[in-house]
């Protein structure tokens, strides 16, 4: 893993952004094997760009609360699948197992199907394209755009069009209750969707939110947010470690941060219960750990 106090933001944050992507073309294996216990594995095509996902789903009942008659599940939505979906299972899991007051919850996160004809190496190095064009806002404000990059409005579209009506199909989710976790470019693309597509989603997790994106033109739409945006019973997290700062990320992501919590706080929008937190000693990984429990708690995802 790259040395996080040096890696520069092209590197470690777009992990890919400015190279120009061609994309693996897939054929999907029949029955894809599953790694976590119990979870179930879907290949789901998006009906408005053709690009295949990899969904991974695990279904958590807890062994202490007895479900009511009639009970839907609520769902947790993880992007970057490929390597946050193992994290957020077990700490899901092992919470929701032995929960009070949540009969059970639904993960599901959305990755990419590996070519197995590529290299790890090369997996990596498409996955990266693929997460960047997904999960980046077009630029309006940035003197230079990204190539391969601007595709969130497209993924936003496959989440509520494609896949909702998917998992709709086969579980009994509460589709008044689903939460929106992602980290760095995951994180940017939370919070596009909560500004952007606020009823999406009823909870939000955004943890290291490339918010340097497009000259920063996140914060500017906050500041300029109109009180009826956002629906009643929203809430949000946001959180980023204490080392994420210029001279170790080529941006400063904490200041970052800041301003778009500061320029929401203002707006003083009714119905919104949002937090937020910089954790001490962590980097822009190292604040998964601590980062994904503590959001999943704030906006009682878990609970």
């Known amino acids: 893993m790259p040395n996080m106090m040096t890696i520069s933001v092209s590197g470690a944050l777009l992990l890919g952004a400015l190279v120009r992507p061609v994309f693996a073309q897939v054929t999907p294996p029949a029955a894809p094997p599953v790694t976590i216990d119990r979870s179930q594995r879907y290949i789901v095509t998006s009906t408005r760009t053709r690009t295949a996902y990899q969904i991974d789903v695990l279904r958590v009942d807890s062994v202490v609360a007895k479900a009511p008659d009639r009970y839907r599940l609520p769902v947790i939505y993880v992007l970057?699948?490929?390597?946050?979906?193992?994290?957020?299972?077990?700490?899901?899991n092992l919470n929701a197992s032995f929960s009070s007051a949540l009969p059970g919850?639904?993960?599901?996160?959305?990755?990419?199907?590996?070519?197995?004809?590529?290299?790890?190496a090369d997996q990596i190095k498409d996955g990266q394209?693929?997460?960047?064009?997904?999960?980046?806002?077009?630029?309006?404000?940035?003197?230079?755009?990204?190539?391969?990059?601007?595709?969130?409005a497209d993924f936003l579209a496959f989440l509520n069009d494609?896949?909702?009506?998917?998992?709709?199909?086969?579980?009994?989710?509460?589709?008044?209750d689903q939460t929106?976790?992602?980290?760095?470019?995951?994180?940017?693309?939370?919070?596009?969707?909560?500004?952007?597509?606020?009823?999406?989603?009823?909870?939000?997790?955004?943890?290291?939110?490339?918010?340097?994106?497009?000259?920063?033109?996140?914060?500017?739409?906050?500041?300029?947010?109109a009180a009826e945006t956002v629906r009643p019973?929203?809430?949000l997290f946001v959180g980023v470690g204490d080392q994420e700062t210029k001279a170790s990320m080529g941006e400063d992501m904490i200041s970052d941060a800041r301003d778009f919590v500061a320029a929401l706080e203002r707006r003083q929008i009714p119905g919104l219960a949002m937090s937020s937190q910089v954790f001490p000693d962590e980097n822009h990984i190292s604040v998964l750990g601590v980062g994904l429990m503590r959001g999943l708690r704030e906006v009682q995802a878990i609970r």
Do not use: C
């Open 80 to 92: 970057d699948g490929n390597t946050l979906f193992p994290m957020v299972a077990q700490m899901v």
């Open 105 to 120: 919850v639904l993960i599901a996160s959305i990755g990419y199907p590996a070519d197995p004809a590529l290299s790890r």
């Open 129 to 152: 394209a693929r997460r960047t064009l997904d999960l980046s806002p077009p630029t309006t404000l940035a003197k230079t755009t990204p190539p391969g990059s601007g595709g969130a």
């Open 162 to 176: 494609d896949l909702k009506p998917f998992l709709d199909e086969r579980y009994a989710i509460d589709r008044g």
């Open 180 to 225: 929106l976790v992602g980290h760095s470019l995951g994180g940017l693309f939370t919070i596009y969707t909560f500004l952007n597509a606020p009823t999406a989603f009823r909870r939000y997790v955004a943890l290291s939110p490339s918010l340097f994106w497009d000259d920063h033109a996140a914060a500017r739409q906050a500041s300029a947010l």
């Open 233 to 235: 019973a929203t809430r």
